[in-house]
């Protein structure tokens, strides 16, 4: 773990398939995610020994290797032929690699009750070239060989047997076969996996099973009382709609005569009571729905009634595909149906009368309502945000007039799940903002004001993250909510054109919106237009030519920018904005230590990392040294989550 974390910026939470051992997509697992990359790691691979010895290669110890996120892993397991994952074990003397699975699986010495042959064998812990005694393949590492006989066997072929009596196929005899015939489709009839050289088969009912089904049969017959009612049996090689989810992908039915019921194998354990983010209840598994014409919530395709999907006892025309419901990215995993149903928010105000309430972050006094600034007063900042009241309703203390908070800041919930992680996280409100800075974990600007923390304080959320749902609308992109899309691959922002993995996306369009684009301001102001509010544009499509009136160099105008609706001038974003526009600027009586400052002097101040003259509308002061810009104080700070000045 501790490699890991020099080289990833992990967060426990639940995922599939893990890009450590490249196992788990079938099942969700406790692990970490890495927020930059995407990556996932199983919590046991990450917790891996860093130094193991292994049989295969007794000359050395091996070591635990993991690759930086930005970087690509060449070669192969040694022993299993695949492709190395990011993590796995390696010793550099003999340029020896194996997997996290290899390393972990057992290995044996000598095999006594060898099946294929009369004497013992050995392994032979090598890399050599060999031709396989039973299938005649010739290999290149690791046989078991009989040093009386000379001969040399692969393991699973010196522990085979010609013939089995095998329990999913009692009507004939199996027999141990080397060559795969294209008759066989060349594929395991049980788990689909591409046949090897050994396999058993019948030819009377051209059926296969490669080594592992034939060492590990799944159960005959079996007893799953939620699933059915009845006993269930196992009808190989048979076509059919699975009456859990309505779909033909694997011809191994688990089937009930009496009731004409048939189940995949994986169907069978479904969770019964699960939370989506596409729903703000939880929904129910239904063995089938009332009679109608049925749409699911998630694909939007149309749904068989007669089959199982998950529904809502409080929105009764919504319905879900099994499939679609319990996609990773879509459900976090978690079985509740033993859970209780008891809310996790909890609200941080409480309602004296029409317009007047009272916020756990200042009991002292009551908080009056007001819809818009009268003065305008550009110095008005929510003390929740830090962001100027401009024309949005905002609460002001009916004592302090420094104590004002956005309508919908103030009704921010004290206590939560995020929409990121499905971690509890609560609203924290220290007064002492004069003397900390943050980094957010999701959008990773800097910022002052309210956040979120995770109860174990690897999660720091801005109240703009802090305040994203499951189902996101934007304007932007109002046919469709978005959601959030954890993926190993890039995705391209529709916004900015910048590459990321954590996105909201919408499925059905294929929009793509990163965390930090997600919450630009929807309005601003600007010295370049100190007459006029500038308004987010997302992008036009025009051979015009557009120029950013700060900058005065081309703008892309298929990206978003500001715009001046009167005088129709155009602002790249990151020239309005800068790096710290969730900062509070200073003030003549303002005591902080850290604070923005405009950069709007004739000579522009020089950034203390990168010493260059900064270039965009805002700096930040903080140590007494001059930062322009989020890279330059992340790289000062070694890119902690939050920033703390000694209080001497």
């Not at 149906?337 to 756990?360: A, Q, R």
């Not at 309210?450 to 174990?456: A, G, I, M, N």
Request: net charge negative; glycine share 4%.
């Amino acid at each position: 773990m501790e490699i890991l974390d020099k080289m990833y910026t992990l967060i426990p939470t639940r995922g599939l398939k893990c890009d450590g051992c490249n196992l788990g997509k079938n099942y969700h697992s406790d692990g970490y995610r890495c927020f930059h990359s995407g990556l996932f790691f199983h919590k046991e691979c990450a917790n891996s020994d860093l130094e193991i010895s292994n049989q295969y290669h007794p000359q050395h110890s091996l070591y635990f290797k993991a690759v930086p996120k930005n970087e690509g892993v060449y070669g192969e397991c040694k022993i299993c032929r695949g492709n190395l994952p990011k993590l796995y074990y390696y010793c550099s003397i003999c340029d020896f690699s194996i997997d996290l699975i290899c390393a972990k699986k057992e290995v044996i010495i000598t095999i006594e009750d060898v099946k294929t042959h009369e004497h013992c064998l050995t392994l032979v812990p090598k890399m050599v070239m060999f031709t396989c005694h039973i299938c005649g393949l010739l290999d290149d590492r690791f046989p078991y060989a009989c040093e009386l006989c000379k001969l040399s066997f692969h393991r699973d072929c010196a522990e085979s047997i010609a013939e089995v009596n095998y329990s999913c196929h009692p009507k004939h005899i199996l027999k141990r076969l080397t060559h795969v015939s294209s008759y066989t489709n060349e594929k395991c009839c049980l788990c689909r996996t591409n046949l090897n050289n050994l396999f058993y088969h019948c030819y009377v009912c051209n059926f296969s099973v490669d080594i592992n089904c034939a060492k590990n049969p799944p159960p005959f017959t079996l007893v799953h009382p939620k699933a059915h009612e009845h006993s269930l049996t196992l009808m190989p090689q048979r076509k059919f709609l699975c009456n859990a989810c309505g779909i033909e992908d694997d011809p191994n039915p688990y089937v009930c005569l009496p009731c004409n019921f048939m189940i995949h194998k994986n169907c069978i354990d479904m969770p019964r009571v699960i939370k989506i983010n596409r729903h703000n209840h939880r929904i129910y598994y239904k063995s089938f729905l009332d009679m109608g014409d049925w749409k699911c919530g998630v694909c939007h395709k149309k749904m068989t009634w007669t089959f199982g999907a998950y529904s809502c006892s409080k929105c009764p025309d919504l319905a879900f595909h099994l499939r679609c419901a319990t996609k990773f990215g879509i459900w976090d995993g978690i079985e509740l149906e033993d859970i209780s149903e008891n809310s996790s928010e909890v609200k941080s105000y409480e309602m004296i009368e029409e317009g007047v309430i009272t916020h756990f972050s200042h009991t002292d006094h009551t908080l009056k309502l007001k819809e818009k600034s009268e003065a305008n007063d550009k110095y008005m900042w929510c003390k929740a945000c830090f962001y100027p009241i401009f024309l949005n309703p905002f609460y002001i203390c009916t004592k302090c007039d420094d104590f004002i908070l956005h309508k919908k800041c103030a009704f921010l919930p004290q206590k939560k799940i995020d929409s990121f992680y499905k971690m509890s996280i609560t609203l924290i409100t220290r007064p002492d903002w004069n003397d900390r800075i943050y980094v957010c974990s999701a959008c990773q600007y800097i910022f002052q004001g309210f956040h979120y923390k995770s109860d174990d304080g690897n999660i720091i959320l801005d109240v703009r993250c802090g305040s994203i749902s499951d189902s996101f609308a934007h304007e932007s992109h109002p046919l469709h909510s978005l959601y959030i899309n954890y993926s190993t691959e890039e995705k391209i922002c529709n916004a900015c054109g910048d590459k990321t993995t954590m996105v909201l996306s919408c499925e059905d369009c294929g929009y793509y919106l990163d965390i930090k684009c997600s919450i630009l301001p929807k309005m601003v102001k600007h010295k370049n237009d100190i007459d006029h509010f500038l308004f987010l544009c997302y992008g036009e499509k025009t051979r015009e030519q557009y120029w950013c009136e700060i900058c005065e160099e081309e703008l892309d105008s298929e990206q978003w920018f500001y715009l001046c609706e009167h005088c129709g001038l155009t602002f790249h974003i990151k020239c309005t904005l800068g790096d710290f526009i969730w900062m509070k600027p200073k003030t003549e009586d303002d005591s902080s230590r850290v604070y923005v400052i405009p950069n709007n002097r004739i000579t522009r101040p020089i950034c203390y990392v990168c010493h260059s003259r900064c270039q965009f509308s805002s700096v930040l002061s903080f140590l007494e040294e001059i930062f322009c810009s989020v890279r330059c104080i992340k790289k000062k700070f070694m890119e902690e989550s939050a920033i703390e000045l000694d209080n001497d």
